[in-house]
């Protein structure tokens, strides 16, 4: 877990997640690995922010778009990655693959990829955390959570029964700027906002911007702090810009993996990732900002980057490496092993 | 709302006693073991079924909650046929198959009560966007209590009726229970209507021990929905006079709560605002003992009408015979 | 000590809050509506107030509430209530309590208890009848628990709520609430997943579970009194895990198996036991298997239709005699 406001493990937080995630695409187009996926690139500010106001008895919650959170959690990328190939290495030994990966040990106990099928369980977490005094939950989630019951149900309990709940709705639909006339802010929820939602049930709510790091840590660092001396539920939305290579069904590197000189004079020739990056990249815009101001020297970013890249190769190699399980284990963790009487 | 004609404030008045005086002989005979189950009466919360059934067509659809009697006979269905449903007859409405709880009149647009808390509320918003699609100027009413708030699938249905802009109106009778639990126990919300607000669906709070004050709200509500407006919700604050269930000991009400409700009664209400009007008290004594003989008539009727044939129980299971079973 | 099944149930919960203080009660029903045992219950409400929460209508959420407190080091019980609004929570029973120890690859175990009272109850109608527990044995990661008797459903939810370590639904029935039975204090529970032999016998095997529990043992009863049979019933108590070697060994003495079961015929737990007899058992039969059990139609609400589908003891009895009868025209297998 990174040291809180050292901008050097911000960025590199950050980084490791957009090379992991580069990994996975490009494990994804080789074959390596079957299924659906769903890459975390353009939030990774969102998920280093919030985890960085954790410790070791506090929990997260999370969806079929994991990676991020987890790694900011300070998973490890090869178990990782092994899990999301399936392999005997991963952390479920392959039987969560990418959409349900959990790590108990970071206390992060479970993954739903069912839309808003976590909320409800955060929400027990977050019992659980008041019962025994200590830790508080940060659940994350989109915001098509908010078109399930489920998400409104939990958030009913956490504000009745006084939860110590961050609830994190990563907003990543079309941005209010650049909304036609006549579209949502998600496409089927006509609230003005989504915060509107959760205020409706007496939780008090902001909204920050996705693409600002700075922003994202002063938020996470007080509502964090608010939740933990307060014990009672907060719901914050961040506004994300959709990075293009999200909006294909299968996540793609358009003009390949991401470049450190974007964000210091060149540009990419795809008018819309280069929109993209000048106003939304939240790695980019807080890489010029610091190498700015001073916090860090180029080179310095150009020395945690070539670190990332070549932990992410490695967890690559891990992942190919480590055998897939043998038939025997599908039969394994059905139930936990326990007693039969009293 | 008070230029009404006095043949319409009569009307309330008959159908405030016509509801009473059924659920009376509902009680009355559960407690003498001759209702099958747990119904569940709306005593002190008829002027909400009445005054928004007032601006409601026969072909309206209304889908109601467990506690349904009063929607049912408020919407115009027979007496006779719904008390035999509730006691289990071959002519009740469902044929004995449903009861109090799940009483059915699609000929007279009650699609449906509930046994499931808020398990009324997505069908009624789908009535709603089939009456949009055919455009054959209907709309639908949902009934439901504040216990419903707390499911999901409200605020889902909240959410799709304001996206599809449905002819729907919620109609929420907050008579300040979920089953045994009051309001302030288990909502943090004090106002239902408070919820409808991000989806900018309208909604309104108001007075549902006074049928002329639904009368005025469903009135206009009705209306703007007809008109193409979009949903509406309705919030009628009212007052369960009886328990959750009959035979409910009520042991979470204080003797204070219960003799205080006596000044809500929707009925009293209205038989003094008629008194106020100069209408003599004879006239309105005529009134009660007409529907009370009616009502004995249906309610005598329906104990005499015969139970459902046994050998008719696998009736009704599909509205098409399975095919593999079509020779059986 | 002579108990209900309902003070049973009552007696698990109230000793269960006393000995773990992890424990969390969701909802404060689960003796539904019976006052003999909500006034047993009444006193452990009080004293352990702080660990039981006010149940909105939301069952979805509070099922998922049991599940993450449970994953997060408490224990949980949810009152579900009516057995079919488990309904209105089975996204996370089903899709989040019973898979979330399996896709962690043995990480994260979540013992919490869901407490339904199903069953045909009389008068609940379709909406308010459902036997869930075929259903349920369709989802690998959850146990089932059906006790049939009171000293079962005391030893077996204060095991689920004490002792498990996965996600449970225990199935009371509403109509066993006042059903009474033995009770020694401090003896031996007999393992979950050991069905119990209820009544010996040379003659017949009937199996059965929950409600037909009770049925099963006066069907028996009456065939020995008027017919001259020696009939043994087995209750299965669980249907996940299942006891099929004692129901194997009971019919490889008796020869013949009559099961009964409030479940739906197609696709019920009397279809999955009679399954294991065809596949494991046939060596041992002398007439075919008879199922007797609700037939495919939704619950009406009138008495007379209800009791038409309801699995009594004289339908048992029967479907026991037809089995006796059919003795000698079941062809052995070579």
Redesign the interface.
């Known amino acids: 877990m990174q040291r809180k406001n050292d901008p050097g493990e911000r960025v590199a937080a950050m980084l490791r997640i957009r090379r992991f995630e580069e990994q996975c695409i490009l494990l994804s187009k080789d074959g390596q690995f079957p299924g659906h996926y769903h890459v975390y690139i353009g939030q990774e500010a969102t998920a280093v922010a919030a985890c960085a106001e954790l410790g070791t008895d506090d929990f997260v919650f999370s969806n079929w778009r994991n990676h991020g959170h987890l790694l900011a959690r300070g998973a490890a990328p090869d178990r990782m990655m092994a899990e999301i190939l399936g392999k005997a290495g991963g952390y479920a030994r392959g039987k969560s693959g990418t959409l349900h990966m959990a790590v108990r040990e970071l206390g992060v106990p479970a993954t739903s990829a069912l839309v808003g099928g976590s909320l409800p369980l955060a929400t027990g977490a977050a019992l659980a955390c008041k019962r025994q005094g200590r830790g508080v939950v940060v659940a994350f989630f989109g915001d098509a959570a908010l078109e399930e019951g489920a998400c409104y149900e939990a958030m009913i309990l956490a504000s009745l029964w006084k939860l110590p709940i961050l609830f994190v709705c990563e907003n990543n639909s079309i941005p209010p700027a650049q909304r036609q006339r006549g579209q949502y802010t998600s496409s089927t929820l006509p609230a003005a906002q989504l915060v509107d939602v959760p205020q409706a049930l007496q939780i008090r709510t902001e909204a920050v911007d996705g693409a600002d790091a700075d922003a994202l840590a002063e938020c996470f660092d007080r509502l964090v702090a608010e939740v933990r001396s307060e014990g009672t539920p907060r719901f914050v939305e961040v506004r994300c810009t959709r990075w293009p290579g999200n909006f294909p069904l299968w996540p793609e590197l358009p003009c390949g993996q991401w470049q450190l000189d974007w964000a210091f004079g060149q540009s990419p020739d795809r008018a819309d990732l280069a929109t993209w990056l000048e106003q939304s990249d939240p790695l980019l815009l807080y890489l010029r900002k610091i190498v700015a101001a001073g916090g860090l020297t180029r080179e310095q970013v150009q020395a945690l980057d070539e670190r990332a890249r070549a932990e992410m190769a490695g967890a690559v190699r891990f992942a190919l490496d480590s055998p897939f399980p043998a038939p025997e284990e599908a039969y394994q963790h059905v139930r936990a092993e326990q007693g039969a009487t009293l | 709302m008070t230029d009404l004609a006095l043949d319409k404030l009569y009307g309330f008045y008959e159908q405030l006693w016509r509801i009473r005086l059924f659920e009376g002989h509902v009680q009355r005979l559960a407690a003498k073991g001759e209702v099958?189950?747990?119904p569940h009466l709306s005593t002190g919360q008829e002027a909400v079924a009445v005054g928004v059934c007032a601006h409601l067509a026969a072909n309206d659809y209304v889908f109601s909650s467990h506690r349904a009697h009063g929607h049912v006979l408020a919407k115009g269905s027979d007496p006779y046929a719904t008390f035999a449903e509730i006691i289990?007859?071959q002519d009740?409405l469902?044929r004995?198959?449903?009861?109090s709880?799940?009483l059915v009149d699609a000929a007279n647009g009650v699609m449906g009560a509930?046994?499931?808390?808020?398990?009324n509320l997505s069908l009624a918003a789908g009535a709603a966007w089939a009456a949009q699609a055919l455009g054959d100027g209907r709309i639908a009413v949902v009934f439901f209590g504040d216990?419903?708030t707390?499911?999901?699938?409200?605020?889902?249905t909240l959410?799709l009726a304001?996206?599809w802009q449905l002819p729907l109106l919620f109609v929420c009778e907050n008579n300040g229970y979920?089953?045994f639990?009051s309001r302030e126990?288990?909502?943090?919300?004090a106002k239902v209507s408070?919820?409808a607000?991000?989806?900018?669906l309208p909604a309104e709070t108001i007075d549902g021990n006074d049928v002329l004050v639904v009368n005025a709200a469903a009135a206009a509500a009705v209306r703007s929905i007809r008109s193409g407006a979009g949903p509406r919700l309705l919030e009628c604050m009212t007052y369960r006079m009886a328990g959750h269930y009959v035979g409910d000991a009520q042991r979470y009400r204080s003797k204070e709560e219960l003799a205080a409700m006596k000044e809500k009664d929707p009925i009293d209400r209205l038989r003094a605002h008629l008194t106020q009007r100069g209408e003599p008290a004879a006239e309105l004594e005529a009134i009660e003992k007409r529907v009370a003989s009616e009502v004995q008539a249906a309610v005598e009727r329906a104990r005499q009408a015969a139970?459902?044939?046994?050998a008719?129980?696998?009736d009704y299971?599909y509205s098409q015979p399975l095919s593999t079973t079509a020779e059986a | 000590m002579k108990i209900s099944f309902a003070q049973g149930v009552a007696m698990a919960i109230s000793e269960s809050l006393a000995a773990d203080s992890r424990l969390l009660l969701i909802g404060n029903g689960f003796v539904g509506l019976n006052m003999e045992a909500r006034a047993l219950l009444e006193p452990a409400l009080r004293e352990f107030a702080d660990r039981i929460l006010v149940a909105p209508v939301s069952e979805l959420a509070l099922a998922g509430a049991g599940i993450g407190a449970a994953m997060a080091g408490q224990r949980a019980a949810v009152d579900l209530s009516t057995g079919s609004f488990i309904f209105q929570a089975f996204a996370q029973v089903v899709n989040e309590a019973a898979n979330v120890h399996y896709m962690s690859g043995g990480q994260t175990t979540a013992p919490v208890t869901f407490c339904s009272l199903a069953g045909m109850r009389s008068a609940g109608a379709a909406q308010h009848s459902h036997r869930i527990q075929a259903m349920l044995g369709q989802v690998p990661g959850l146990q089932v628990l059906v006790p049939g008797g009171a000293d079962d459903a005391y030893h077996m939810l204060k095991w689920a709520l004490l002792q498990s370590q996965n996600p449970t639904v225990f199935i009371s029935h509403a109509l066993l609430l006042g059903e009474t039975g033995e009770l020694t204090p401090g003896a031996p529970m007999l393992p979950v997943g050991k069905a119990r032999i209820r009544r010996e016998g040379r003659d017949l095997s009937i199996i059965a579970s929950s409600i037909t529990v009770p049925r099963a043992l006066e069907a028996a009863q009456s065939l020995e009194r008027d017919h001259g049979f020696s009939v043994e019933v087995v209750d299965l108590r669980s249907i996940a895990p299942l006891d099929r070697d004692t129901v194997l060994k009971s019919v490889a003495k008796t020869g013949r198996a009559v099961i009964a079961d409030e479940c739906h015929r197609s696709f019920g737990v009397a279809a999955e036991i009679a399954a294991t007899l065809a596949e494991e058992g046939l060596a041992y039969l002398k007439a075919p298997v008879c199922r007797v059990a609700v037939p495919d139609v939704p619950v009406p609400f009138s008495p007379p239709l209800e009791a038409e589908l309801t699995v009594t003891a004289d339908k048992i009895v029967a479907g026991a005699l037809k089995v006796l009868n059919a003795g000698s025209t079941m062809r052995r297998p070579v």
């Open positions: 099958p189950g747990f289990g007859r009740g469902c004995g198959r449903g009861g709880m799940h509930t046994g499931v808390v808020a398990g216990g419903a707390g499911a999901g699938v409200f605020h889902e959410n304001s996206l979920a089953e639990t126990e288990h909502s943090k919300v408070a919820f607000a991000p989806y900018h139970r459902p044939d046994p008719t129980v696998l299971v």
